[in-house]
């Protein structure tokens, strides 16, 4: 089996920065693209930013010069780093990760989720 864990969620001050974690474990073989994506009550999940084994990032349009994803293959290992923070960011964001397990299988693997709220 294979897990994701983020950390890194919390309350913070508009224009304000948060730095979201998210590590997998378990039988892992490879893991293509990771990401996050966030959701707010009511609304569907969406894109924020994802990154290939290779380094290539994309991102929402409404994050754009303002988020920035990063990851550490060695320690399958995905980061958000939020910077200048609005309230309009508050969502509960969900690490993603495309992943070749041992037994050569692929699939996607959620996290469980991290609550980031932006006060104003």
């Known amino acids: 089996q294979v897990q994701l864990v983020e950390s890194g969620g919390g309350l913070v001050q508009a224009g304000g920065s948060l730095i979201l974690s998210c590590v997998a474990s378990?039988?892992?073989?490879?893991?293509?693209?990771m990401g996050w994506y966030r959701q707010t009550p009511g609304n569907q999940r969406e894109l924020v930013a994802s990154?290939?084994?290779?380094?290539?990032?994309r991102y929402a349009d409404s994050v754009k010069g303002q988020f920035s994803i990063s990851r550490d293959n060695a320690k399958n290992t995905v980061y958000l780093q939020m910077t200048s923070l609005k309230p309009e960011d508050t969502a509960v964001y969900y690490c993603?990760?495309?992943?070749?397990?041992?037994?050569?299988?692929?699939?996607?693997?959620w996290g469980q989720g991290t609550l980031v709220t932006v006060s104003s």
């Open positions: 993603h990760a495309d992943v070749i397990n041992t037994a050569r299988a692929q699939f996607v693997v």
């Open positions: 378990g039988s892992i073989f490879s893991i293509n693209a």
């Open positions: 990154i290939t084994r290779s380094g290539s990032a």
